[in-house]
């Protein structure tokens, strides 16, 4: 499954942290091509360029591509918007296909959409206009291919809807799997 490209370690790094840092430049191709986001930051925040430029890769740094947006208001919401849309049907999309590659096939393209909304400065927090946060949507959805990713990408974990945090969203959202639970609360 696509989604746990995105898991984090003990200290946040993800494969492509790792890849990058032993300047595998074959696996941080593939874990791109994929979908895996590259400005994930660890906990001490570095980016899996950070960590392949601390090591001399260079050649591994350019494969990576910088994180520099300045979007209008505007254009940030309508991000988000699309970001919603892609989070919301992306389960629904997986359940119609046909077969286990068919499936696979589509989780990947649902993961690179969200990873590229993203890398195009889609927010992770509602802008004006929008009052649902998409993790809070990845959660109630059973989305279990993208919110390692909106969690991996920084999506705040602080935030309730109708009094609830995000646990509690998990175990009480009738549909949630005990793999989003356990995502969760990783």
């Known amino acids: 499954r696509p989604y746990r490209i995105h898991y984090q370690d003990i200290k946040g790094w993800t494969a492509l942290h790792h890849a990058a840092y032993a300047g595998q430049q074959n696996a941080v191709e593939a874990l791109l091509s994929i979908g895996s986001f590259p400005h994930v930051l660890t906990h001490c925040w570095k980016t899996p360029a950070d960590l392949a430029l601390s090591q001399g890769h260079t050649q591994v740094t350019r494969l990576l591509p910088l994180h520099t947006h300045h979007l209008t208001r ?102 949630v799997t005990t793999q989003i639970v356990a995502i969760v609360t990783r």
């Open 74 to 175: 505007r254009e940030r919401t309508h991000l988000y918007g699309r970001l919603v849309e892609e989070v919301s049907c992306a389960e629904l999309k997986t359940a119609v296909m046909i077969g286990e590659k068919e499936e696979y096939e589509r989780r990947i393209l649902s993961l690179k959409k969200v990873t590229q909304l993203l890398m195009s400065g889609a927010p992770l927090e509602p802008p004006g206009g929008h009052s649902v946060f998409v993790l809070h949507l990845a959660i109630t959805t059973n989305c279990t291919d993208l919110l390692p990713l909106l969690l991996s990408a920084g999506a705040p974990l602080t935030t309730t809807t109708g009094g609830m945090n995000l646990l509690q969203l998990a175990w009480r959202s009738p549909d």
